[in-house]
């Protein structure tokens, strides 16, 4: 099926009837996920966003319950079933919600913040046209083209969108659009990225067993501990759990948390087993392209190239990529 460009903003209203909407956008001239308001611009093409539509469902600051002390513990959850749809989501941020499920869902374990949120969301992603000098997803195993976890693939066809719908969410996506869609269009699906990276099948064990390899002294020394890399990361899910107190009453919060922070690890007692950056850079490459693939069977790497471009020591995992795949 297929919508013109010139009915987008019709679509848009029709999905925004019922639930929120984030689209691409901008706010103070960064490229970000916007809430859609009714008719700001949607920057469906060019670069990806600068930052990951990651907060819309696990929020850089979540409140979970209030509680209240006195003669007994009163404890209230905070629960919310936000319906939202997140629209234009790239094949790269898709695979890093791929990723997110496999944690905050699987093995025994639901996060039930993150579940509510994600069975709320219908994912309208759309493909690359235009990939940054930064992205590296297809040597990651991903299709710039294509996110079979979507619930609608949109690509560009030229003066139209052409939509597929790959579940129950996302054909009735596509029955509430029925009367700004026409049969047909043809689907731009040839973006490749130029930048190759050489993440071979071996990588992820071959790592395992580098943990002493001189290389982390090599290609750790330039960081600077700001953590901007884990910020921008689609795929980083680590948090912190914290009280806003007033009295004998107050809020529980969870906050998004670094790996690259030096307090990260650090125990009660002041034993931190990830004492110099050298550990905690270590521990990050290897969690993304080892310890996850080790747990679930794929990367905690998707390519998107965000650290790559905001990393203000240029730390850059592409080389590292490389340079392990030559040892
Ligand atoms: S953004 Fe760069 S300098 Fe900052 S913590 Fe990450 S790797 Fe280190
Ligand atoms: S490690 Fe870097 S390139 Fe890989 S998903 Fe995270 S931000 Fe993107």
Not at 6 to 12: F, H, N, P, V
Not at 79 to 86: D, L, M
Not at 146 to 161: E, F, H, I, K, R
Request: aromatic fraction near 8%; proline fraction near 5%; hydrophobic fraction near 35%.
């Amino acid at each position: 099926m297929q919508l013109k460009k010139t009915d987008l903003t019709g679509a848009l209203k029709i999905l925004a009837a019922d639930a929120s909407v984030f689209v691409p956008g901008e706010i103070e001239g960064i490229k970000r996920f916007v809430l859609w308001d009714g008719e700001s611009d949607v920057d469906l093409g060019g670069a990806n966003t600068q930052l990951p539509p990651k907060d819309i469902l696990f929020p850089c600051t979540e409140k979970m319950y209030n509680y209240k002390m006195g003669d007994s513990i009163e404890i209230k959850e905070i629960v919310e079933k936000p319906r939202q749809v997140i629209f234009g989501i790239r094949p790269c941020d898709m695979r890093s919600i791929d990723c997110m499920d496999h944690v905050f869902l699987e093995k025994g374990f639901v996060d039930s913040y993150y579940s509510r949120k994600r069975e709320n969301v219908t994912l309208i992603a759309m493909g690359c046209t235009t990939p940054e000098r930064t992205c590296f997803c297809d040597s990651m195993g991903l299709d710039p083209n294509n996110a079979p976890n979507a619930d609608v693939m949109m690509n560009d066809g030229g003066d139209t969108l052409v939509l597929e719908a790959y579940t129950e969410k996302g054909k009735a996506v596509l029955e509430a659009l029925n009367g700004l869609l026409s049969e047909g269009g043809q689907a731009k699906k040839d973006t490749a990225c130029t930048l190759k990276v050489n993440m071979t099948p071996e990588l992820p064990e071959k790592l395992a067993g580098m943990f002493d390899h001189p290389i982390w002294d090599e290609v750790t020394r330039a960081c600077i501990g700001c953590a901007t890399c884990t910020y921008v990361c689609p795929t980083c899910y680590c948090f912190d759990i914290d009280s806003d107190n007033h009295g004998a009453e107050g809020t529980k919060f969870r906050c998004w948390d670094s790996c690259m922070f030096s307090d990260y690890t650090r125990m009660a007692g002041g034993h931190d087993p990830r004492p110099t950056k050298k550990e905690r850079v270590r521990n990050r490459y290897m969690h993304k392209l080892s310890y996850f693939h080790e747990r679930y069977g794929q990367h905690l790497c998707v390519g998107c190239g965000r650290c790559v471009e905001k990393c203000p020591a240029h730390m850059d995992i592409t080389m590292f990529i490389d340079k392990a795949a030559e040892v």
